[in-house]
């Protein structure tokens, strides 16, 4: 990978935690409602995966997706600060602040929402899937899920009719090792989520989802294997999340130290920019650029209206009007 | 499965999509109307368990896959979440799936996927995306089926913002309400009560729509209102003229969509009659029954001579021995038995 | 995920298990009747989604794993078909499994295994097996938890027999009802409604049961009867304070149990009134309050001096931004509005 | 295998047969109302799950399951007519003809009921599964399920559980083709089952489940493996039935003469016997004998009274009475 092109996803990394950092903040300070799932620790994958799937594609984001959610914003729609607003209930968020953090949704640049019934998604976009695989658009469908996710039934259903039906999916599992505390190898019959994807048929892969360079190829790979119409492709991106359980940090020290010290993917990336021959400056640069433009849409967000009233009752149905109280 | 017992086959003349107005079956009528629809939207495309070939397990999809191609005409495996999950997204592009979960007792195994995706995929984003999805199931007793094979389950969507449930009681308006349910760009549950599966009537030919959230008044009469659903609009019209002999004029509203329903039409009728009795198979409580009960009296209290008379089925699972399941299941009697008792309140 | 926002935690002052009775939390008083069912019940044992070490995601069931260990309290992966199939499948064989479903909203994916093998397990095999299961979840809105979150999920369930639904409003009942349910021989959805988590009132001690099947009244009044639920109970309460200063006497039902409902208590406390407003969270066609006011109309029309008025939530899911999540769900405004419009009715 | 076991499951095999053709008839005579599934073709497999079942274990009966349902009510009970009498919807029948064909039970031979949402009973086994672990008593909880029913998602949530809890769970999976009239391969992404089955890490094998004593010795092998505390079993039963579609036959000519000619299990087993040393007479009173006890139940099925009205509302809950109308 050339220096440019990874810098431009070091950009998008801390783009991605800046966001995630700063929504952090205002959220232990009661300004966000609702619940928060950060995707603090994993922006290598989402920064890969968003550089490979265009507006045209498709993409159910997880829980701890808002970092996907506003790459492709930026990208396709120069509009980042919507997801901000969105997370903060405002009339100017991407869904006029109906959805929050669990439901934001974009079509214009290919995101579908994340659906908070964790799984249910997997059924979902199969349909996507078809649809472009009937109108021979080679456009791909990628469903992300964490490893927790993958012990619901959809799982099953999912990349069992993926595979009958030769859909162009991508199921971009993130396996950061645990689903709330359980760890993945409690959960599942085994820790690799790649063992239980195996069975299908299609090709299954696991990474280093903290490596942006091996994300970016295999990502890469996968999309141009289901681009050329070879049907469904499943990665597992081994990854670890910051966030740990509301009563405090579960996860072993020495686990900790490793993920946040050692393979931390910005930190991992920024050694190799400088190994490249990006200067400490220049990183600095990037760093403090997307603290900046993460204050801005907080600024942003926080100065937003509130949704009009009239919202609550608004497109519950395409044929009808529903009443107010 | 050996059907020999169950109320099937797509069977009588019909002049074909095109025809005119003749007489012919309820599943010949919706077979005509899948037919018609595929003509129509290039972004159709029908899915189910063994809808293809087989033509479904009541025949209703015949013929269609030999016509359309396996590519508009999917057989899927037992996967309803899946069925239903590949409606949704696809509907999300502006596809128009029209699936077949088999049986009406199955959609708790894709429960989530229309609650809580279909249903609420136009609110949640705001608009951006809609899901105009139709999920057809037979539902109903009757025949014998047992516990898992006959329930009337509008009563697990009737508190669910979102959801358009469609239920027809005769081939006219099976036909019509199919095709306004593909039109609809709101995802819809499409009831289709196996014991009217051979129910004949009069079809108007080519392509016709009947309008959705529309009841029908389907006997004009002056005493007593009988707002019922699919099985119970035949057997209130029977009942109805069972009354008629004693001199008691009964108007009957097919309610047709059940939600959201058409108050107008019932609160009219019961401006005049005064009277009314409330028919649905499902089990009693917290039925559809109660929701209309409820309606009626908050906007009829004043022009009530009695209270709202329910007949629905006893609050129980349906038994498969033949004489139990004709305890449990409402009946014309049942219907007769309410009129009567209604026609006894006077303030 | 970051909590500080949501409901949750076990805190204040407790005299544990045995003790007397003590001001506490709805949490704790959960806690500890699972904690004295445990004890008492050898045949028990918790099943749920970081249930054990964890305590589950609002800490009802916070220090039981270290108590019981982890053959008895059972952290489970994300497959909510799976616990509930679990606990049918043991509860045939005389274990009493109570599960944790962690958000109500996620039971549409246990939707079939709760309604076609839970509830009709006892029926359709004519008594020969039982399923002595309770399903806990974590129900209704108000905290910003968006469309997924929110639910208040009776209404999915109402129209179902054979399913015991339960709806404490307060710290005591959450306790007593709780192991009355674990008592039960029938299945039960124990609704758990998240803004009540934190609220505290009077427990007794020690292992104590309320009955199930039976509603309280929660204040005697003699103009307008309340039924209320959950959340709804407390805000019931405020609006008749608010409208003893007008001088009007409101007596205040809790439903607590919402399958099998007690209709006793309520026509009891009609016929004193001869007017009523039935509250509940959820939406309002198809919701508790449809068969409510059904069956109050059908048992005391004569004595009813206006039509039961309904409180629900708009007919809407539930919306994340604030502001708008507040003019979708009800609160004391629309019981007192309700109170109000039941007072102007008069034959 | 010796002789005398050889001709115990083959008039086991019999008993099925004849009881399938007997109440087939009767269905298509109007006699037995809804609908009907028989495990005609499927004897042997049926026969085998039931010769290494005791009371005291469980199974989960799968639609086409007449006979195994027969069969372990005649060796724990010795009433197999009380499941002919089900059938018919009589109060004389295990369920006092509430649940019919789909949903025969009697714990008391082990007999856990058939669900007829198809794939529902992979989760409820668990709990049977969970509840003989925890008190130690090593008992097998059986799910029979067909090849179409291993599309559902619980066919993923039970076998993870299975594997991650240890349970003693034996899956018998009757893959006879077909589900209705889809291929299993067109149905999964393998039209071997075990291959969606392996990624769970417990034993997965698959067999002729045409040939009797394959069977019983898999069955066998697998049945002490769950009782010896190992964990779950999953054992695909390769066999085919002899009902098509409702619209009739709609497999080849050659592949029905296959089956039903030169791989029928009674008939194999048949040849094997005389080969043993059985003589063909002795077989040939085996057959008289299952029809005549078999026309003896349908008459005791007709003979039956219906149940008592009573029992319409009998038994919703436990703790209440339901009214009547
Ligand atoms: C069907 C369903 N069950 C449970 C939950 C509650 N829940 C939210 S996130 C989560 C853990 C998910 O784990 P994983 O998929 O590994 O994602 P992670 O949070 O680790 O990124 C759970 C149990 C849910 N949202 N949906
Ligand atoms: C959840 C569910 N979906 C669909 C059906 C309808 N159905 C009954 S049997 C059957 C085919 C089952 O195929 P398989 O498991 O291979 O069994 P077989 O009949 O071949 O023995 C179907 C689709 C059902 N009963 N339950
Ligand atoms: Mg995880
Ligand atoms: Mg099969």
Redesign the interface.
Known sequence: MDLAMMLDLYRDMWLIRAFELGLEREFKQGNVPGMLHTGLGQEATQAALAAHLEASDCFFPDHRCHGINVLAQQRHGGDGERIMAELFGRATGVCSGKGGSLHSADPAVGNFGCNAVEGAYMATVLGVALASKLREEPAVACAIIGDGTCGRGEFHESLNMAAIWDLPVLYACLNNGYAIMTPVGQGHASADIVDLARGYGFPCEQLDGNDIEECYDKIENAVAHIRAGKGPYFLEFKTWRWQAAFAGEFRPESEVKYWKEDHDPILMAGEKLVELGASVEELGVIEKEAREVTEEWISYAKESPMPDLAKATANVYVGWEVAGS | ??????P?SVDGPTDGPGGKKSKTTFVRALNDALDLGMERFPEM?LIG??IA???G?FSVTKGLWAKYGQ??VR????????I????????????R?VAEIMFA??V??C???????A??M?????????A?LVIRTACGGG???????SQSVE????????I?IVAPSNPADAKGLLLSSIE???PVLFLEHKALYRARGEVPGGYHTTP??RASVARQGTDVTVVATMRMVPMALTAAEEAAKEGVSVEVVDLRTI??YDAATILESVAKTGRVVVANE??K???????L???I??EC?AELL?????VDG????I??????EE??L?DEA?ISAAIGEAMRNSR
């Open positions: 499965m050996i059907a020999a017992n169950t099937a495309f368990e063994d070939e087989m033509g397990d590519e508009r057989d899927t495996p037992l996967s309803e979440a899946a239903v999950g590949t409606c949704v997204g696809s509907s999300m592009v502006g596809m799936p007792d199955f708790g195994e429960y989530d996927q229309i609650v809580n995706t249903a609420k136009h609110y949640m984003f705001d608009g951006q995306f809609k105009p025949f014998g089926g047992g516990p898992h094979h009563g697990w969507f009737m508190n669910v913002p979102g358009v609809s760009d709101d959705l959230g939600r959201p499902a089990p409580t917290g039925g559809l029954g109660a929701e009960s409820a309606r009296h908050e209290f009695g209270p709202v008379v329910r006893l609050d129980t699972p038994p498969f021995s033949v004489p139990l305890v449990v409402p049942d």
